[in-house]
């Protein structure tokens, strides 16, 4: 009997062993009775539909791996599967299959491809579907199964949770990713495993919260997957764990990935989220990581920084002060951290998303945040029909282009959040402006240096700073800078508000070139001006600067100073009252930099000599994202120093 699973990838997603996928298949190859009987196999491509279906070969059963990346292609290509397989079983499993009945009713209804869908955890049911199969029967016994019988779809008994994950097979250890590796190895560079499965909270936004329980794989399994990652080369390494560091053992876990990267120099990074509120532990787990010079980004998800809103969600068990210490302590210390927001969660108000930002943007130099629209996932209770009336939300289902140049084949989309009770369309569209603007001046350090100088040294609120900031946006007058990224942010809105992409070409791009992310798109207006910008940002806040106003203006020509632009690649000195450099390096909070004349000289990095301008942004984005040098900086006592040359100091207004 021949089985191929499907897990496509997604067009914005980065390649990776398909973990979902490898189970199902791993364990049913486990199984005594369907391993000598079936040939197994697994398809990752996304190529033109003809191409895909031609791959299975003449399947008996198909298994499609849904997700909200992947789900619309993998659909289009079960329709063309059935056409051309009449007598196969297609099944489909993952998170954009829905569980509840009427709506895997519908589901099925919409699509007459497919026979039959699994619920939640898909291991034991797909094997017992694939048992089925071989027996010439059905598979009404098994729980957490919609199997369409004739005319009739057949619901099965709830699922039930997989609470032996050491009986389930791994395809670390099997040879099904040897396989899909060999055959793949210019595609994949990263492997996601997991350690522990299901999360005992209960964020409504979210479909983690359906598991619950937290249940380990057995830790002899997880050394030796580990192992095999570090022994195939691959040196990029992301957990599926919900909550890394709940268990006791995680740090053990920690310090075994500490172990390869000396012997081994693998890996090289390693992506996780953090359990919520054990900070001791957490911190534990950061300092094995950095300290074995393993690369990784401690993401600290809190959504928002509101009481209300965290209630609103079912998030309030979760102590949003933990991750603040923490990221201070990794802030510190140095190690990269970010928060995670959501804009459009019940009980946000324009007011409290910006005090939300303000709180997401401390002055640590490697902390960033991101930013998600909120996004309607199958199976999670915001996702509801009782959760869409309670909150009133409103949605539009956006076209999601790749803004990674792959080709889609089939486009997917996304159900955003555009409206709540809390947060009318109109609220919502002040918010997703002040939210990205924020998101560009912080996160693509377009003005990091002066929010810190403002806030930290100048003693302004930070959530005043940001609001005079979408201020600026609203009143910018015509041919402005501002103006330019006041319309940006709109046509980015007025797209979704639409039901169109939710990614656009840059301004100013032929229509049909690669989409861009909305911060981006800013961005790159600002470069492109910037020292118009920098003039005006500094006009905008004029009335918050004038305690200031010395120290003001050297946070402007700072910021100038050390923000590369295209074909500006002459090294740069510029003395200064105050020490800029030593006082941001080590993290900007306190009085200011301390007054002590020095030169600073500033060299800009190779990139700024690419041919075009477009590709200069491209690439300079690409770099602050990543978090590695825009240029070198250097800077010592300006009277035993001899200035290359010398730029004035940009005045705080226009």
């Given at each position: 009997m021949r089985v191929v699973v499907s897990q496509f990838e997604g067009i914005d997603t980065t390649p990776v062993l398909p973990l979902a996928a490898g189970v199902l298949v791993a364990t049913a190859r486990a199984d005594a009775e369907l391993g000598p009987a079936c040939e197994l196999a697994i398809e990752i491509e996304r190529r033109p539909i003809a191409e895909a279906v031609a791959a299975y070969r003449d399947p008996d059963v198909l298994g499609f791996s849904l997700y909200p990346w992947s789900a619309r292609y993998a659909l289009a290509v079960a329709a063309a599967a059935r056409a051309a397989y009449p007598r196969a079983l297609l099944v489909a499993g993952g998170p954009s299959v829905p569980r509840r009945p009427d709506e895997a009713r519908a589901f099925l209804a919409a699509h007459p491809a497919l026979d039959a869908l699994v619920f939640a955890e898909g291991e034991v049911a797909f094997r017992e579907l694939l048992r089925a199969r071989l027996r010439g029967g059905d598979a009404r016994h098994q729980a957490g199964l919609a199997l369409r019988l004739g005319d009739e779809v057949v619901i099965t008994a709830p699922p039930e949770r997989v609470l032996d994950l050491g009986a389930t097979g791994s395809p670390f250890l099997d040879g099904t990713f040897d396989a899909l590796l060999a055959s793949h190895r210019a595609r994949i560079a990263m492997a996601l495993l997991e350690t522990n499965r299901g999360c005992p909270f209960s964020c409504t936004f979210c479909?983690?919260?359906?598991?619950?329980?937290?249940?380990?794989?057995?830790?002899?399994?997880?050394?030796?997957?580990?192992?095999?990652?570090?022994?195939?080369?691959?040196?990029?390494?992301?957990?599926?764990?919900?909550?890394?560091?709940?268990?006791?053992?995680?740090?053990?876990?920690?310090?075994?990935?500490?172990?390869?990267?000396?012997?081994?120099?693998?890996?090289?990074?390693?992506?996780?989220?953090?359990?919520?509120?054990?900070?001791?532990?957490?911190?534990?787990?950061?300092?094995?990581?950095?300290?074995?010079?393993?690369?990784?980004?401690?993401?600290?998800?809190?959504?928002?920084?509101?009481?209300?809103?965290?209630?609103?969600?079912?998030?309030?068990?979760?102590?949003?002060?933990?991750?603040?210490?923490?990221?201070?302590?990794?802030?510190?210390?140095?190690?990269?951290?970010?928060?995670?927001?959501?804009?459009?969660?019940?009980?946000?108000?324009?007011?409290?998303?910006?005090?939300?930002?303000?709180?997401?943007?401390?002055?640590?130099?490697?902390?960033d945040f991101v930013l998600f629209l909120c996004r309607l996932i199958d199976n999670a209770e915001l996702g509801s029909p009782a959760s869409r009336a309670r909150h009133g939300l409103e949605t539009r289902r956006c076209r999601w282009p790749s803004s990674t140049g792959v080709e889609a084949i089939v486009e997917e989309t996304q159900e955003l959040v555009v409206a709540t009770r809390d947060l009318p369309i109109a609220a919502w569209r002040q918010a997703y402006r002040l939210c990205f603007l924020t998101a560009a001046l912080y996160n693509l350090r377009l003005l990091r240096v002066v929010m810190h100088a403002v806030v930290e040294a100048g003693g302004v609120p930070r959530r005043t700073l940001l609001l005079a900031l979408g201020d600026a946006l609203a009143s910018a007058p015509p041919g402005s800078v501002y103006a330019a990224l006041s319309a940006t942010l709109d046509r980015y809105a007025d797209s979704i508000l639409a039901s169109g992409p939710l990614v656009l070409p840059a301004p100013g791009a032929d229509p049909a070139a690669t989409p861009v992310p909305v911060d981006d798109a800013l961005a790159a207006i600002a470069l492109d001006r910037y020292d118009e910008f920098l003039v005006e940002t500094a006009a905008a806040l004029a009335p918050l600067t004038a305690s200031a106003p010395a120290l003001t203006a050297e946070a402007f020509a700072y910021q100038r100073l050390i923000t590369p632009r295209w074909q500006a690649a002459a090294p740069i000195s510029v003395s200064f009252g105050h020490d800029w450099p030593r006082y941001l390096a080590s993290g900007a909070t306190g009085a200011g930099p301390a007054v002590a004349s020095t030169l600073v000289r500033f060299a800009p990095p190779s990139y700024v000599d690419v041919a075009s301008a477009a590709d200069f942004v491209t690439t300079h984005l690409a770099v602050v994202r990543t978090r590695l040098d825009v240029g070198v900086v250097t800077a010592e006592a300006a009277a035993v120093a001899r200035p290359i040359r010398r730029l004035n100091v940009l005045p705080v207004s226009g």
């Open positions: 479909d983690w919260s359906l598991t619950k329980k937290v249940v380990e794989f057995p830790l002899a399994r997880v050394e030796a997957e580990l192992a095999w990652v570090v022994e195939h080369g691959l040196s990029h390494l992301m957990l599926a764990d919900a909550n890394f560091g709940i268990r006791p053992r995680d740090t053990g876990i920690a310090r075994g990935l500490a172990a390869h990267r000396a012997r081994t120099g693998r890996p090289a990074t390693f992506y996780f989220y953090l359990t919520k509120n054990d900070h001791a532990r957490n911190l534990e787990t950061i300092d094995i990581l950095h300290g074995a010079g393993i690369g990784t980004w401690v993401g600290l998800a809190v959504q928002d920084f509101d009481a209300g809103v965290l209630a609103a969600v079912e998030r309030d068990n979760i102590q949003t002060g933990e991750a603040s210490a923490l990221r201070a302590i990794c802030g510190a210390r140095g190690i990269p951290t970010f928060n995670e927001l959501i804009l459009g969660l019940p009980g946000q108000t324009y007011a409290s998303i910006a005090t939300t930002l303000a709180e997401a943007t401390p002055p640590w130099p490697r902390h």
